[in-house]
Every structure is written in structure tokens, then in C-alpha cells.
């Protein structure tokens, strides 16, 4: 029996949890900012929700944690948030709703067997939105501009959009036949996985880690879209000019995961620090996968940021600087302590975030816990204090020090506050 955490699994102690939480209350200020309502979903679902017929993505036929209890249903956890978002969405025909499209957001835990290294866990983080209802170039590059100006808030510099097209339908379905024919020229140079792809998802061979610097994965044909779909493409572009987001146009990106079409985009970081997960957060549209799932024939767009290497990159970056400090700290000198208890729910109850003594330690051993503590105030009461119904008070600020009676004190308090921030 071991007692120590399953690998690719991690505490978040309270540090770290601080930092975390910092990027998600970020992140949910973006969320009002553009309109999105958060939502949650289960942290496991029927496997059908995330595994599709013809399915190749690695997240979906290597990765996932899926069993079964008592041999009744396969199970699945929670491997990324879209499809249980799309299958709630459907569930409850929020389709209904007149006000399109619908943008919900979410902050969830997800589990994939990867091999685990820095940036690549097997429980991770992501948050995300996905906006779902209408399909307009304006929505994809608002849904990048919500990423982007969220990253750029944090105050993260070293960071690079790339976006690119997978076409509409028609221009994809004739490309994926263009890829396998040009590919099939080269299949004893491709690898075990690859060689499935060829027929299956072609398109995927263009992102291979394994194989994406071979020369006939360089040389492959590019896209040849539509006019719709070119013009599209064009429109996105042309809004995240008006926007002043800055991209790169990647004709390789493809993205990992089976349902995207049209516009897909990925935020990476240039940061030595991400090393090989450099990849914060990544997106598309998927034109299809509402109806797969049962719902009508309407497309939605989405990303998802991975905080963990969101985390990494602020560390690297260092603007983190979260200073935890307290309002009041109270040194009790006497045996009884009634008194300094009422003391610290009074000035909890007026929002002063306050700690006390529990130990009835010496003077020096509670005024370096205030100071650890790093507290606004510091409340003395002795035995003169008790029989007065009085506080000394404390302002380590000014380091100025005066007797206040009992029910005064919060008043007092309020002035001090009031008189420093004037
Ligand atoms: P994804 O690219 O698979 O997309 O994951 C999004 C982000 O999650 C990645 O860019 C990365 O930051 C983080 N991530 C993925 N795997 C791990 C891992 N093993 N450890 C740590 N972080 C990881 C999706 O999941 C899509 N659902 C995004 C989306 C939303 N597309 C449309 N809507």
C-alpha cells in the first residue's frame, strides 16, 4: 500500500491553489465580460458521449479511463469538456431558448492516460467556453479575441495565436481523398499510427509528432477550399484584425480531436519554460457534432485552456504576486478566553478577515504570528483590558497604539481603514 499520489495525478497545495485560483476568477470575469454562463457537467458519462464510430484521435482510442460497475453500462471519465457540454446541451434542448447562440463556460477536472510529464498530467484542468447556435466568422473571432484578452489581461506576453481553416464539409471530404492518395505513395514511411490514419483521418498525419518533419509530410498538398469556406476563413481574419490580435496562419494545425471543422486556433506558448506542452489552449468549430449527438443540425465553436500549463507560463513569467495578508490578528495574555473570542466574531461578522491565539503562548511568540501573518491590526488584551472592557489597538501601518473601549472597537477600526485609503 502505497500513501502517495497516483501517477500523473498532483496535490494543488494551498500555494499553488491560490495561483489557480487566481487564473479562474480571471477566467469567469471574462465569462461575464462576453456573456457566457457557467455550467457543470458530470465528471463521467456513458462512453458513447465521447467515443464516436470511426473515431481516431488519440484522447479517444488510447487515453481514456473508461469502466464499468458490476457489468452494466461502460462508463467513461470525463476526458475533455465539449461533448458533455453538446450532450446537456441537447439533454435539455437548450436549442430552444430564441436567444442564440448559447455560450456557456466551464472549469472542470479531466483524466487521460497520458504519459505524464511537465505540462502533461493524467488529472488535469481546463476551462473553457463553447458557444453554440450560429455559425458567423464574427463568433469565431470573438471566441479567440475571449482566450486571447484573457491571456493578455493575466499580462502574459510570451504567447503566439495560430489559427487555420479544416474547410466546410465538402472541401475537407475532397481534400481527406486528396491526402490519402498522395500519402499512400509513402506508407512504409509512415508510422503505426499514421498508417491507420491514411484511411481513416488523413488530416492527422499533418500534426503527427512523430511524423510532422519527414519530407513527404512537409511536401503534402495543401487545401484547396471552397469559395465559401475561403471567404469564411478570410472574414475571421479580417475581425481579428479589426480586434488588433495578433496570429499566424498555420496550414498544418489540425488539432487533435475528430469533430472540428472550419476555423481551428491554438495559443502556444514561446516560453522555454512550457518546454514540450506548449500548447496553453487550443479550439475549433464543429459543424457536426450537435446533430451526432442527437440534437438539431446547428454548429458551435469552443476552446479550452489547460491551467496547469497556463500555470507554468505565469510562474515563468512571474506575475503571480499573491501576497496573503489578514485584517486583525488578536493576542490574548490571559487564561480565560471568552472575551478575545467575542472579540474575533464581532470583527468577522464587520468582514475583518481575522485569526487569533488558540495556546495562551508568551507576548513575543503571538506578536510573530501577527507579523507572519502579516495582520493590519493587532488587538492586545491583558488582564486591564478584560476588567476595563477595553482593546489596545494596534496599527501596524502607522505603528500607532491606543486604548479603544469594547464596543467601540469596530467603529474605530472603519475610521482607520477610511482614514489611510483618503
Ligand atoms: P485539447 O487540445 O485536447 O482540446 O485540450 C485543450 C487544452 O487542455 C490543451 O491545449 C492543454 O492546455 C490542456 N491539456 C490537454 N491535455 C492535457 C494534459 N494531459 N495535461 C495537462 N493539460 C492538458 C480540447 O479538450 C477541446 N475540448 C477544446 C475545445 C473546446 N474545442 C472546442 N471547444
Redesign the pocket.
Known amino acids: 500500500m502505497s500513501y502517495q499520489t497516483v501517477k500523473g495525478t498532483y496535490d494543488l497545495l494551498p500555494d499553488q491553489m491560490a495561483r489557480f485560483n487566481m487564473l479562474e476568477e480571471m477566467f469567469r470575469h471574462f465569462l461575464d465580460l462576453y456573456g457566457y454562463s457557467e455550467i457543470k457537467t458530470p465528471v463521467f458519462e456513458y462512453t458513447g458521449v465521447f467515443k464516436k464510430e470511426n473515431d481516431t484521435s488519440d484522447?479517444v482510442t488510447k487515453e481514456m479511463y473508461t469502466f464499468s460497475v458490476n457489468d452494466k453500462d461502460s462508463l467513461t471519465l470525463r476526458p475533455?469538456?465539449?461533448a458533455g457540454v453538446i450532450r446537456s446541451f441537447v439533454e435539455h434542448k437548450l436549442y430552444a431558448d430564441p436567444e442564440m447562440p448559447i455560450k456557456l463556460g466551464y472549469i472542470e477536472e479531466?483524466f487521460?492516460h497520458?504519459n505524464p510529464q511537465k505540462?502533461?498530467?493524467?488529472q488535469?484542468t481546463?476551462m473553457?467556453?463553447?458557444c453554440i447556435g450560429d455559425k458567423d466568422p464574427l463568433i469565431d473571432a470573438e471566441v479567440i479575441a475571449l482566450g486571447y484578452f484573457y491571456v493578455k489581461t493575466l499580462g502574459l506576453s510570451s504567447i503566439k495565436v495560430l489559427i487555420n481553416t479544416l474547410g466546410d464539409n465538402e472541401s475537407r471530404l475532397r481534400y481527406k481523398d486528396d491526402l490519402t492518395a498522395y500519402f499512400k505513395d509513402y506508407e512504409d514511411e509512415l508510422c503505426f499510427d499514421c498508417k491507420n490514419r491514411l484511411y481513416k483521418n488523413p488530416l492527422r498525419i499533418l500534426d503527427c509528432k512523430i511524423d510532422h518533419d519527414k519530407e513527404c509530410v512537409k511536401n503534402a498538398p495543401s487545401m484547396k477550399l471552397t469559395d465559401e469556406a475561403a471567404e469564411y476563413f478570410e472574414k475571421v481574419k479580417h475581425y481579428l484584425d479589426v480586434m488588433e490580435i495578433p496570429y499566424t496562419v498555420d496550414d498544418r494545425l489540425v488539432?487533435?480531436?475528430d469533430y472540428?471543422t472550419d476555423t481551428v486556433f491554438?495559443v502556444v506558448s514561446t516560453n522555454e519554460a512550457s518546454g514540450s506542452?506548449a500548447?496553453?489552449?487550443?479550439?475549433?468549430r464543429?459543424d457536426n457534432l450537435v446533430k451526432e449527438m442527437g440534437g438539431p443540425e446547428i454548429s458551435?465553436?469552443?476552446?479550452?485552456?489547460?491551467v496547469?500549463?497556463?500555470a507554468i507560463l505565469a510562474e515563468a513569467e512571474g506575475i503571480f504576486n499573491i501576497e496573503k495578508s489578514i485584517d486583525a490578528y488578536v493576542i490574548n495574555l490571559n487564561e480565560e478566553k471568552d472575551y478575545v473570542l467575542s472579540i474575533a466574531e464581532e470583527l468577522r461578522n464587520n468582514s475583518y478577515i481575522t485569526e487569533m491565539d488558540y495556546y495562551g503562548r508568551s507576548l513575543k511568540a503571538q506578536f510573530r504570528s501577527s507579523d507572519r501573518k502579516k495582520a493590519r491590526f493587532v488587538l492586545i488584551v491583558g488582564e486591564d483590558e478584560v476588567k476595563n472592557n477595553t482593546v489596545t489597538l494596534k496599527d501596524t501601518l502607522t505603528k500607532a497604539q491606543e486604548s479603544v473601549d469594547r464596543e467601540e472597537l469596530v467603529d474605530r477600526m472603519d475610521q482607520l481603514m477610511e482614514d489611510y485609503y483618503e
Do not use: D, K, V
Not at 300 to 306: E, H, K, R
Open positions: 484522447m475533455e469538456g465539449t479531466m487521460r497520458e505540462g502533461r498530467q493524467r488535469f481546463q473553457g467556453i463553447e488539432r487533435g480531436l472540428y491554438e506542452q500548447t496553453i489552449f487550443g479550439g475549433g464543429y458551435g465553436i469552443g476552446f479550452a485552456i489547460g496547469e500549463r497556463l
